[in-house]
């Protein structure tokens, strides 16, 4: 009786698990159905012919509704595409997917365990078929070919051959509730992806409370509204064809210059929970909103960047000082914040990583107050400036590598600074620990940007600006590179003083600085306390200092190590001895001061070639790897979008061994200097040295196409550089 | 913000761990132990002071299996400031963690966080490896943890070896194995005899068993070297020989002999349907219109290459047995099994005499005098033809009939035979198989080298190169091709390639080019000085702080051959000096000559057994740091009539 009852259970069981379920036959319908009008797309244009696979059609939904406050949102993709070679039969022949199915269940019928080890379908859907050259068509047994590992779902695709097509979809599903405001996750992309597309087509559908902001860019196809047979209900649709793959290069922005779209949906279900979402939303649901006006963007930040936060530890701070002017008491409080509202709190951050406390936080008060976005860091600021009357505009500004402050249409791709309106007017962007005045993020630079008004202490009226570009000459390397050889010429040594400032410099500060090496003066410059300093207990404290020290000096031996890889990876060594490393200057205090650091180590096997008596030396290699384009580089067909203009300056000493000559320093003196960029080199000896100054400049933000050739031309003369040599003669 | 802040200082230094506990503050002892040990093992952050391993079996009546059971203990002192490691332990579908412990020094839990998850294995679709680990914090030096794993195996046959070495420093290693006398099992002990083991032997009259102890002390950690043996050449270790037992008077084998492992091996093929009617027609398709057996063979052979993709399921027992040949055929994938069934059903289909056959790779350094398990990992089809045996590897990749890949040859095969077996050695080819035979002819024209180029592989470096370039999509194959030949370095300019069918595994692969070269030749003064070699192969192979021997994929033998014409306006002042190696291993000669205005530049490297072993090290490091030197030496030439003056 009792196994009756088990097989009874496992009949039911399975049969429900096993047929497809009816919402699984209306997604496979949907793509694969009696309406499907590519089930016979086969042929690939000859210009494509030689490509590893091409998209015969690519077919991208997205479909919003809701009920009440429930809101479903399915998202799903179709592809198509015919394998060309065994490169891609490899690429399709494993899928991996998360969440189709839910882990086996268990179930335990007293006295005897059952292990039902169905696997049961989450809402999310995938269809794999397989056309062969003769039109035949296998589709995937998707639970039987699958395996299930800790959520994760694994396919081999059976009987893949070159010459097949894979046409498979995979459709997601999810419901939510939602009160409030809820925008969904933009989407940014080009229309070209790996491989080149035969026909595209994006679809949307939608019903009231949906709001949509959609536009298509470089040229890309507009999407159209389609006729629904609901008032409430919309449609849209985007369709392209013959869609070259897409080939990443460097220096390249694909959203500024191929053709893409980009799109936010925003549920919101009233009037009132409109006028909260954050976001530039159409002023109806019938409309797709393609961009943004000024007045838009007066309107949805007038109220949402009040100055309204608490800045009474600065008030503190500021008590017993004065200042010669505004502008040096707009950069104190700059300075001062970024420590008491972010770097005093590093080390407990550390002693939190590092498990030596669960909440280390609660030393700082009850609510220590952490400033965690750009808003809220103009709300702080602001604060500041309005008690000191102190005048300002709020910079709306928008990164260009995917268009102007004129395509703007996602609220999250705005960047919020402050403009202080001090005699020489000073930008201050929400900071992390090395952050300047005046330093604000290089992809805003020279951009066109709104500058929102104040009066009487609120935001209220609205212009445009360009926002100011750095030169060259600002965002500096600056290497300083002593280059000497043991006197058996069995190795060398080299000592590197590394300088760098403007832009240029924040990568460095975060590869090269620990926090050990501000976080003391910080506390001494700002009276505050070192974490130890704020524990109480004595005990406690011992306990707590010792463990934080042996995490530091973790953290050091591990820096110094990395130190030291980055050292023999940027000369090209194997190997190093007697590695040091030493900060000079953290450079956090200005957009022009330097952070610099000597280092200094031995090497062997390199740069010297024996020649004879005579030794060569490949001086060249000591400004480091150079850009050394190769020939489908040269060919570059698009255009040329960096972060930001640059230099990178060498000196080189070289002391010249006693009884050798130097003798082939013509090949060292370079000069390309055109209106893209610079190479320039001069070597001279001086004394028992000699000295090689370099100088390579990038002058522009970006350049058009046009421009490569003089790109190229500097490029060159620097990788040739690298590959001059000089004569060490015996005399 | 916070995130990245903690990412930038700390992520990559610290993981996720228990805190820390209570009065287990170390000693000064612990932490003068700590110190001292630290110099003893600079690399190491963590030493294990007494790791032990106590092994039981048990015997289930109702599954008729005998029981293994693992405990695991260890005490862990860490060297260096601080310190984070993650304890772990593998399990599969015949094994259970039953605990994990983790404690402190004075024994109180430290309530560990165990993540379960599958192992990710790159080279595996899928198999049903599984770990247990946690993250273990010690804030100090001197701090102790201890860790207990009981871990169970529901059947001897998957307990197969145990080691001594661990990931980190062990002072004191105990293995205790107490076994019954019902069980018959020898433990084997293998690479013992670089290290001082202590071994007892105890007899227990109350449970009727013997107690096995082995010992030993100040045991390193287990090495991380790429390219070196597999595990079982170069650890201490036992392998476990479980041979039979004996229940209610009756004895029955386990792996008593290697037919009792043949018979297992044997009992899963013979449960297979071998339907082969969804073949028959491609059988018929490949073998008609042909002219001898040889081309049937090849074309069945090459056909399973080419087109039955390698995925590997390992999945309980279908990590021993093989996949039906017709659902291979179906599929158009299968693991090494899988495919070498099917390549087994095929040729028998075809009219031959074709058999599974078991087979340990390289890595493993048993053979089938050890029935076990652990002795072979993989499998293969083995063709007997009029006399000859013919070893076909389906696995492979454009492998030509009759050659084999290295990681098989020299290892015993065990091959079916009905009831019985047939015991055979893949045959060991020697290095000259494998040449890859350059040849450069230059000219000196200004500051350039200008010359034609040509390259011939052979065996395994030919089958390496097709398969690396067949991998690639069709339209990369050229840019590939030249960034191959000019070793991605833009100052050579290659054009005008010819090549052999880069399809074709039989024919050698011939290549054939024009090649410019610029910056390698510096003229000052009168004096022109030539780096004439780009390829500097073995340049970088100092093998100073290796522990291991180092394993190249296969025999090499390379034969490169430079000539530059010189102008007649020159002379030859300085050549490098000749160097050369020679042992049993290897023949390595770097030679210079010159005749008639012509310099000839000949180097030829045969590693004769594919690896450099510890005890060549020596002399072959002495090699490379010549060989070095001659890459780092210009040839000079000098203009006619011009006197230095030095």
Redesign the interface.
Known sequence: MKIKIILSLLITFSLSVMGQTKKELEVKNFFWGEHDTHKNTVEIPDKWK???AVILYKNQNYDFHKFGKNVTYKNSTRKRIKL???????EF??FSFLDIFRAPTKVIVFPIPVAFNWQQNTGNFVGIKVVKPNGDEIEIDIKKES?Q??GKT?I?I????VGDIIDYYTYYEDSFKSTFAYGFEPVETTLSEEYPIVNFKLFFETENDFFINFNSYNKAPELKQLPTEKRSIRRYSLEGTNIDKYISNRWFFPLLDLPSYKFQVYFARSGSFEDRALAFLPEKETIIKKNVSEEEVLDLYDKRLRANRDIGDLRDFFKSKTFKNDTEKVKEAYYFMRHAY?TQY?EA??VK??????NPFEFYGSNPP????QKEFIKYFTAFLNRNDIDYDVVVSKKRYDGTIDDLLIEKNVDLLLKVNTETPLYVE?F??YNSINEFNPLIENTEAYLLTSSKNKIDGITREKLPHSVYSQNEEKKEITFTLNDDFSGFSITSISNFKGHQKKEEQ?NRL??TDYIYDDYKKYETKSFIELVKRKKKKI?YQ??L???I???Q??HKEQMKEAAQSEFEL?EIDDYAFKINETGRYGFDSYLTFTESFKGK?AF??????NY?VEIGKLITNQI?????QRERTENIHMSYPRIYNNKITFNIPKGYAV??IDKLNKSIDNSTGAFISQAEVIGSDLIITTSKQYKNYSEPNSNWSLMVDFLDSA??FV?E?I?L??? | MLKTIHCLFVAAVFLNTVYAQKNVQPTPEEIALSKSLKEKYPDNSVVLLESSDYISFEFNKNEEKIYVNQESNESIINIDSRAQIQKYSFYDEQTTIRKFEVTTKNDKSTKPYITDEALTNDDLFHHDTRVKYTNISFPLMGYKHNTYISKEYRDIKYFSNIYFNDDYPVLKKVIKIEVPNWLDLELKEFNFEQYSIQKDISTNTKNDSKTFTFTINNIPARYNEPDSPGPTYIYPHLLILAKSYTFDGENKNIFHSTQDLYNWYKSLVTALKNDNTVFKKKVLSLTENTTSDEEKIKNIYYWVQDNIRYIAFEDGIAGFKPDEASNVFDKRYGDCKGMANLLKQMLLEAGFDARLTWIGTKRIAYDYSTPNLSVDNHMICTLFKDGDTIFLDATEKFNAYGEYANRIQGKQALIENNDGYILKTVPEITSDFNRESFNYDFILNDDKLEGKASKTFIGESRTSLLYAFNTLKDNNKEEFLEHYLNNGNTNIEVSNIETTDLLDRELNLNMLYDINIKNVVSSFDSDVYIDIDFDKELEGFLLEKRKTNYIFPYKKDLESLTTLKVPSEYTITHLPKDISFSSKNFDMNVMFNQANNIITYKKIFKIKNGQIEKSDFEKWNQFISNLKSVYNEQIVLTKANTKHEN
């Not at chain 1, 060309?84 to 490899?90: H, I, Q």
């Not at chain 1, 990583?353 to 669960?358: C, F, R, S, T």
């Not at chain 1, 050394?628 to 489908?632: C, G, T």
């Open positions: 030689s490509e590893s060309l070679d065994n490169s891609a039969v490899k022949s494993e395996v590992v800790d694994n081999a059976p009987n893949l051959e972010l590093i951050m550390v990583e590092a498990d030596i406390l669960y952490f400033i965690s976005s929400y992390d620990q975060n620990l926090f306990e010792k463990q020290d042996a995490a000096l973790k953290i031996n591990h194997n096997d010297i070639k024996k020649a004879g008596p060569i050394d384009l190769n020939k489908k003798t082939g990788n040739q590959n040599k004569l003669k015996k005399t």
